[in-house]
């Protein structure tokens, strides 16, 4: 007895608060119509006028020039070894691990990797100075920044897939 009392108590106790939901037809419930209030911040915002880029300053296009120099030097040198390590990785293609022709080709890798260097640095220079130059919202010449690191990072990308094909070729890698 004492059970159905409870449970019919609990019942009605939790039906309670949603008698209010019910709202009578004709009742005095709320508008959801927009309130005149609601419509004060539907203005267009001012519109921003930015300047386009500028030329590149004059004191970046030597620092750019040297650094397309340098990359091209990279390339070059990269180009040089390029040949001769893949000679050597396919000699040392079923050498053992640590044998003399698998770290002699381990070597040519290594050269190749440094004949890249000029490339590489250039790439992290360029990549400064356009972080720098954005950080400070100095954005004259940044197109011609970003041309010159989208072509280094290009020319890397390629470097790094001929040593990542050439480390892959090895034994043990």
Known sequence: MKRAFLLLS???AASLPLAGCAAAPGGDAPSLAK???EGRFDIAPPAV???PPGPLPADLAGRLARWEADAAAGQQGFAAERGTAASLVSAAAGAPVASERWVVAQQAISRLGAARAPLTAA???IDRLYLERSIDEQVDGLPDIYALR????DLASTQDAVIESLNSQLPGQ
Not at 150 to 153: G, K, M
């Open 150 to 153: 989208d072509r280094l990072a």
């Open 10 to 12: 609990l019942t009605i």
């Open 123 to 125: 790439l992290a220079d």
């Open 49 to 51: 006028v930015v300047a």
């Open 35 to 37: 309130r005149p209030v």
